[in-house]
């Protein structure tokens, strides 16, 4: 892991020399900087308020390279954000609870049928009662907003430990798995991280893409 925070380093460093001008997502927005760091006391003390045990890699980052800046689409949040339901809409009274584990193993989403004129009503009011309950985020940790009310997230607590996940439910795609990198259904953070770095190089250095 120590090898991977260095080599992460090195290659972000080469991106935001390639990049004076801001032209990958989200670079004008985070300007390719970071947080301070958190300490190893200041971890444990959020572990303990939330009773969880962050996963090793991600804290690794918070203490070597910075809580929260540039990243992924726009952004890594700072992990005092991770806790809201919305990152568009900060609500200190409306959090996901890291203490209960994350409930999914599989893609997950909820069947309303088909929403007509006569049932419209009906149908958004039953949405908003069920669709979007907090409980369906459990154990989840926002990382990063990946923008029109999606969220990229680390699973704290749970079967999924370590993975990271999209909630997708604004759009009707339900919770699930990264799916933005192929033949990799799963992913953990600094894989994630890295591979973000790797896909924005090979895009400056050749106009091509990585998606593997």
Known sequence: MKEQIERIKTKFDRLKQLDKNFEVFGSEK????FNRTKSEKELIDFEKSHSIKLPVQYKEFLMKI???GAGPYYGLEP???GLFADLDYKDKNDLNDLSKPFPHTEHWN????EVTDENEDEYFEQKDKEYF????ANGLLRVSNFGCGVSMNLVVNGKEY?????DDRCNDQGIYPNPYIENRDRIT???WYE????????????????YN
């Open 189 to 191: 953070f600094l894989d």
């Open 133 to 136: 309950q907090n409980k369906w």
């Open 66 to 68: 910075g809580n929260g």
């Open 30 to 33: 985070h300007k390719y900087l």
């Open 162 to 166: 370590g993975n990271l996940w999209v």
């Open 79 to 81: 992990i005092e954000n």
């Open 110 to 113: 909820l069947d309303f049928g």
């Open 195 to 210: 591979h973000w770095i790797d896909n924005e190089l090979k895009e400056k250095t050749t106009g091509n893409t990585v």
